[in-house]
Antibody, heavy 121, light 110 residues
Framework: EVLLLESGGGLVQPGGSLRLSCAASGFHFTTYAMSWVRQAPGKGLEWVSSVSGGGGNTYYAESVRDRFTISRDNSRTTLFLQMNALRAEDTAIYFC??????????????WGQGTLVTVSS | QSALTQTASVSGSPGQSITISCSGTSSDVGGYNVVSWYQQHPGKAPKLIIY???KRPSGVSNRFSGSKSGSTASLTISGLQAEDEADYHCCAYAGSRFRLFGGGTKLIVL
């Protein structure tokens, strides 16, 4: 059974930092790219960032580029998201998700339950 | 890029069929086999129900079907059931791991 368990969310002041973690199990972690997707309160989903299976290739939404850093530790089957210079608009539930890529597209076939990040003074 | 456009809410009675639409551009929704759909119950994680425009993952009911015409994708749910009440999100893959979501559609089962 695929399990993804996020942690590290909480309340942080504007301009502050937070590091999210996602512990993965139930699949061969190294084989798959992983992503972070967020959902602001009462809003739709927003893709944030993805990392390749080996960790060497990273991808970011424009809204978080240069502030957020995605990484993974394959020896510990854990995904991370380092978030710096946080803004009020970063307030959201952050979901960790496993990628499934076919020849034409990538989707997220398994999701964690999410961790809430609140940016407020 | 702007989010894909979805109707805010749709409703139907048990047993009926409903369709949720998702509009984009030729650069996203209009791409080849790039649209997916997710179901999300309140307080829960999204669940993949359609990928590559029309395919269903193993275990997803065949009451869910996807289609596309040009830059508009559609999700049809037939034989509506109470447990189908949820938010539905469309998504278009635009390459280089970038994916664009819609604003979500709330399905109300009357």
């Amino acid at each position: 059974e695929v399990l993804l368990l996020e942690s590290g969310g909480g309340l942080v002041q504007p301009g502050g930092s937070l590091r999210l973690s996602c512990a993965a199990s139930g699949f061969h972690f190294t084989t798959y790219a992983m992503s972070w997707v967020r959902q602001a309160p009462g809003k739709g989903l927003e893709w944030v960032s993805s990392v390749s299976g080996g960790g060497g290739n990273t991808y970011y939404a424009e809204s978080v580029r240069d502030r957020f850093t995605i990484s993974r530790d394959n020896s510990r089957t854990t995904l991370f998201l380092q978030m710096n210079a946080l803004r009020a608009e970063d307030t959201a539930i952050y979901f960790c998700a496993k990628d499934y890529c076919s020849g034409t597209s990538c989707v997220n076939d398994y999701w964690g339950q999410g961790t809430l990040v609140t940016v407020s003074s | 890029q702007s989010a894909l456009t979805q109707t805010a809410s749709v409703s139907g009675s048990p047993g009926q069929s409903i369709t949720i639409s998702c509009s984009g551009t030729s650069s996203d929704v209009g791409g080849y086999n790039v649209v997916s759909w997710y179901q999300q119950h309140p307080g829960k994680a999204p669940k993949l129900i359609i990928y590559e425009d029309t395919k269903r993952p193993s275990g997803v009911s065949n009451r869910f079907s996807g289609s596309k015409s040009g830059s508009t994708a559609s999700l049809t749910i037939s034989g509506l059931q109470a447990e189908d009440e949820a938010d539905y999100h469309c998504c278009a893959y635009a390459g280089s791991r970038f994916r664009l979501f819609g604003g979500g559609t709330k399905l109300i089962v009357l």
